[in-house]
């Protein structure tokens, strides 16, 4: 097992930038494909982005293609999503997951070790 702790969310404005990050401890890092999902009030939990073990291949939903980036730093043990032009709709629970595999899944029951979570808020 991994243990993920996420850190980096805040209440930010419509337009504005925000820098999550992913600290893993316990098994090998690399040999974990990491992934951003998000959950809203009210909604279920959906993918934010995904990346493969080398950081080589990455997958991102829709909603924030173009605006949100994944990266990981396999030295640092840390997965990070960059994100830009926050809009309101973007304001949920940002959970960071841990799948034990070779390939990218991009459904929640995919990924066996999750974080607490972190809160981020995009006011208009």
């Known amino acids: 097992q991994v243990q993920l702790v996420e850190s980096g969310g805040g209440l930010v404005q419509a337009g504005d930038s925000l820098r999550l990050s992913c600290a893993a401890s316990?098994?090998?890092?690399?040999?974990?494909?990491m992934g951003w999902f998000r959950q809203a009030p009210g909604k279920e939990r959906e993918i934010v982005a995904t990346?493969?073990?080398?950081?080589?291949?990455?997958y991102y939903a829709e909603p924030v293609k173009g605006r949100f980036t994944i990266s990981r730093d396999n030295a640092k043990n840390t997965v990070y999503l960059q994100m830009n032009s926050l809009k309101p709709e973007d304001t949920a629970v940002y959970y960071c997951?841990?799948?034990?595999?070779?390939?990218?899944?991009?459904?929640?029951?995919?990924?066996?070790?999750w974080g607490q979570g972190t809160q981020v808020t995009v006011s208009s």
């Open positions: 997951a841990a799948r034990y595999r070779a390939f990218i899944a991009t459904t929640p029951a995919g990924f066996g070790s």
């Open positions: 990346i493969d073990l080398s950081g080589g291949i990455a």
């Open positions: 316990g098994r090998s890092f690399s040999s974990y494909v």
